[in-house]
């Protein structure tokens, strides 16, 4: 009988290794040529999940397998030689130094590989993981595509993350709107303390909503006249101003503003807008309307945390720094560590946005359906967020409830939190209860 060897590392055995095994015995003796650790570690960058000896012990236990011996990662005649070999299976991309009288191809079986598996694998991790429901803002769990996509990076002489980073800031500039985007290290209120120090100046109308928007007049030069006027407030205004600024999306409240009508309403007062967008960007539109944005990586773009960015329109005054690190220029040249990884942490995520939004709506819209009593109105809703005027409660003790910065008497629920998946289950995994009144 012939002696025909398969040669494989099988560091994840498949079926597709089966499928070549039990075809090679009709044509001999099946002997395994088992690529040795240091081999693989050698020629594929990784030690195998299973060690030699494992890997051996399986393969002998498959019945069409009479031996299992130890190989180099190529093939050659002395190979085969050494154990007495006919001949050698593989597949099309045989790169093994036999002869072709010696070699019988065999095509792969479609569909299945190791580094499939293994794909498959980090995809099942991140799933158990994220079995904790977060109905926070953001970060609300981790994508299979953040990590995916991370790799070791470096700012400068890296041309692999130069290519990684040009394709995602160009992406979020499109989503933005807006001409220029510069990006660090840090929070969206970093972004967006340094933004206002950068741009603002002369007279300023905060636009009040609730906690978020209610902090920019904190975040501004001590020295700027600011006036603060409730939403619902700004048809009695009619003074100029140079700056109107607002948060789009009022997380604390689960507010959004018409923020066409306040482009007009800027544009009345002769002033430019500036707008927090860490709510609102990859969620909602018109952020081309604004002149200037600051938002963060980690909710609608779903990425990692710790990225931050300011887009804005061209032409824009801005007011100089004596700062080093306090200093768009600093950044915008990037003369100091940047988010890299963060920023790798959207790589995979670009080409799946428009599906990951998609589940955002659909979470939102199955809320509102199950719990409409509960919520007072349906203008001026945003995509992240829903408030109920009752207390929502954890069926299971891993679902973490959203704490918003807000004196509210009822309860925010964010919808990040099952965008991995089709399948939405916070219906089953909390109920809302009716406020308790107090009082006498």
Same mark, same amino acid.
């Not at 494989?8 to 690529?35: C, D, F, N, P, W």
């Not at 093994?96 to 995809?123: A, C, E, M, W």
């Not at 080093?324 to 890299?340: C, Q, S």
């Given at each position: ?5 398969? $040669? ?20 001999? +003796? ?20 299973? /060690? ?31 154990? @007495? ?6 597949? +099309? ?7 072709? @009288?010696?070699?019988?191809? =065999? ?6 590989? /190791? ?22 803002? *953001? ?50 209120? =970093?972004?967006? +303390? ?19 928007? $209610? ?36 997380? /604390?409240?689960?507010?959004? &503003? ?17 707008? $927090? ?8 539109? *018109? ?5 200037? &944005? ?28 004596? %700062? ?38 659909? %979470?939102?819209?199955?809320? &509102? ?10 203008? @001026? ?7 109920? @005027? *009752? ?26 939190? +099952?965008?991995?998946? $089709?399948?939405?289950?916070? &219906? ?13």
């Amino acid at each position: 009988m012939k002696r025909i060897m398969v $040669d494989m590392s099988t560091t994840l055995l498949h079926h597709g290794h089966i499928r070549l095994i039990k075809r090679a015995s009709q044509y001999g +003796e099946v002997i395994v040529g088992l690529t040795s650790n240091e081999e693989i570690k050698k020629h594929k960058g990784y030690v195998p999940e299973l /060690s030699f000896e494992y890997r051996k012990e399986i393969l002998q236990a498959i019945t069409e397998v009479a031996e299992v011996v130890e190989v180099p990662w190529l093939i050659t005649e002395k190979v085969l030689n050494q154990y @007495n070999i006919d001949q050698l299976v593989h597949g +099309e991309d045989n790169f093994n130094q036999v002869s072709p @009288n010696r070699l019988l191809v =065999f095509p792969r079986t479609q569909g299945v590989s /190791s580094h499939d598996i293994r794909k498959l694998s980090q995809k099942s991790l991140v799933s158990i993981a994220n079995q904790k429901l977060m109905l926070t803002p *953001g970060p609300a769990l981790i994508l299979h595509e953040n990590l995916s996509g991370l790799i070791p990076v470096f700012g400068r002489g890296d041309s692999e993350y130069q290519s990684i980073a040009e394709k995602v800031i160009n992406w979020i500039k499109i989503l933005s709107g807006q001409d220029q985007i510069v990006y660090a290290q840090g929070s969206a209120t =970093f972004a967006l +303390e340094l933004a206002a120090h950068t741009f603002i100046s002369g007279r300023v109308l905060v636009v009040s909503t609730g906690y978020y928007s $209610d902090r920019l007049p904190q975040l501004l030069p001590k020295c700027k006249q600011i006036d603060v006027m409730p939403y619902n407030q700004l048809n009695t205004v009619n003074d100029k101003y140079d700056w109107v600024m607002c948060a789009y999306t009022e997380t /604390s409240r689960a507010f959004k &503003i018409n923020l066409e009508k306040l482009r007009t309403k800027a544009d009345a007062l002769d002033a430019k807008l500036f707008v $927090d967008a860490t709510g609102s960007i990859g969620l909602e539109t *018109g952020h081309e309307l604004a002149d200037v &944005i600051a938002f963060s990586s980690c909710k609608g773009l779903f990425g990692l945390a710790g990225a931050c960015f300011i887009a804005h329109k061209n032409g824009l005054e801005e007011q100089k720094s004596d %700062s080093f690190y306090f200093n768009i220029d600093t950044h915008r040249k990037k003369m100091v560590t940047g988010p890299y990884h963060a920023i790798c942490s959207l790589y995979n995520v670009m080409p799946i946005h428009s599906k990951l939004v998609t589940r955002v709506k659909n %979470s939102k819209q199955l809320f &509102i359906e199950t719990f409409r009593k509960f919520i007072p109105s349906l203008e @001026n809703q945003p995509l992240l967020c829903t408030y109920v @005027n *009752g207390t929502v409660k954890a069926k299971d003790d891993k679902v973490v409830l959203y704490s918003p910065r807000s004196e509210m008497p009822g309860s925010i629920v964010c919808h990040l939190g +099952e965008v991995h998946h $089709d399948e939405i289950n916070l &219906i089953q995994r909390i109920h809302v209860e009716e406020l308790k009144l107090t009082g006498k």
